[in-house]
């Protein structure tokens, strides 16, 4: 041990001396006004006794390298909100479709039940070349027919002025619109061509197909949403009825007012087939695979499949029901024509028995 310390001393003497050689920056001498110390605080003399290393908390560390891939995770993967709306039961896509000519995106199938809208805060024409501007970086709307309007990347302060433009060229419009959110995620890294999530897909680029593609079959899902409650509200009425016939035996109903109702179950079963198109298989789905897992992965998220059976459940409820009043206001119809048929028949035999007598009573002349 002493021999490590002489050791220490004769370094520390040596760099000592080759400083004195510098020279001086003021009259005294630099080295009067230093602590006699050594020249490097942080030098230690060797020892042959080991030192003690502290510890490292296996918690923390832990909790370290989670936040570390936790930002690596972030950095790759870009969020983009998606809010799906239904505004009426019908939009004037051509009246649409001119009034944002330079916003729309050139069709790639045949569809004609919606359009793509795509707003950018700087023109294509000004973009450096070979420089393209990311799909993400955009704000796109898809719009159908039907009623439903469907934002991509725009934020909730933004939401009425776009939805604004689309009710412009709207017919029966809702008080209350229906809304529904998802999120589509990048990420660059990904193995598969997308990968599914609570409420977000991730893919690695969206790109317009894609959007149309999600965006098409988000606007059928809030559509549908909005068929199922209204078929929601038929079942709900006709079981009031039913409650009412179990108490008092009779109903109050008008033959118009059954109707009305028979007009709108079958309305809406032919909407969501004709219309909404829930049934039809998409192109773009057809033409490549990765859309055709979108496809079916968001279809089977959104249980299309299941809510239209238990859409045409309810409306085979309703249809029972209309048949089973139907028959009842017939029947009370024909009750009603029998009573009045006895009645016509009862006045005309009250007036043949008044002839008779009044020819009875009549004198013979002699």
């Keep these: 041990m002493g021999r490590w310390r002489a050791a220490s001393l004769l370094l520390n003497h040596i760099i000592s001396h080759k400083l004195r050689r510098r020279p001086p920056v003021s009259p005294l001498p630099f080295f009067n006004h230093l602590p006699r110390q050594p020249i490097f605080p942080w030098f230690r003399p060797f020892s042959a006794i080991p030192s003690r290393v502290p510890e490292l908390d296996p918690e923390f560390h832990d909790f370290e390298l989670e936040d570390v891939s936790q930002l690596g995770e972030d950095q790759e993967t870009g969020n983009i909100p998606i809010k799906a709306f239904f505004v009426s039961t019908g939009i004037d896509l051509k009246s649409l479709q001119a009034e944002n000519l330079g916003n729309v995106l050139p069709a790639t199938s045949r569809s004609s039940n919606y359009i793509a809208l795509k707003y950018c805060d700087f023109p294509s024409d000004n973009t450096e070349i070979g420089a393209k501007a990311k799909v993400s970086s955009c704000r796109y709307m898809v719009v159908c027919q ?86 929601d509200d038929m079942v709900e009425e006709f079981a009031d009825i039913n409650r009412i016939m179990e108490k008092t035996g009779t109903f109050t109903m008008d033959r118009r007012k059954l109707l009305q109702l028979v007009g709108k179950a079958n309305s809406s079963l032919a909407d969501v087939i004709l219309k909404v198109g829930l049934f039809e298989r998409s192109e773009i789905a057809w033409r490549e695979a990765k859309y055709a897992q979108i496809y079916e992965y968001l279809r089977e998220e959104f249980e299309v499949t299941q809510r239209f059976g238990n859409l045409n459940f309810k409306l085979k409820f309703v249809e029972h029901n209309i048949h089973f009043l139907q028959e009842v206001l017939q029947n009370k119809r024909s009750n009603l024509l029998e009573w009045c048929i006895i009645f016509l028949l009862s006045i005309e035999n009250v007036i043949s028995v008044c002839e008779i007598i009044r020819e009875s009573n009549q004198v013979p002349l002699p």
């Design 146 to 231: 039907y009623g439903s309007a469907v934002l991509f990347n725009i934020e909730d302060h933004e939401v009425e002025s776009y939805l604004g433009t689309v009710r412009r060229h709207a017919t029966g419009l809702l008080r209350e619109t229906k809304k529904d959110d998802y999120a589509v995620k990048e990420k660059s890294q990904l193995i598969e061509d997308m990968q599914g999530g609570p409420d977000y897909i991730v893919l690695r680029a969206l790109d317009t197909d894609s959007i149309r593609l999600i965006g098409s079959l988000l606007g059928q899902s809030i559509a549908l949403d909005y068929f199922v409650s209204q078929v």
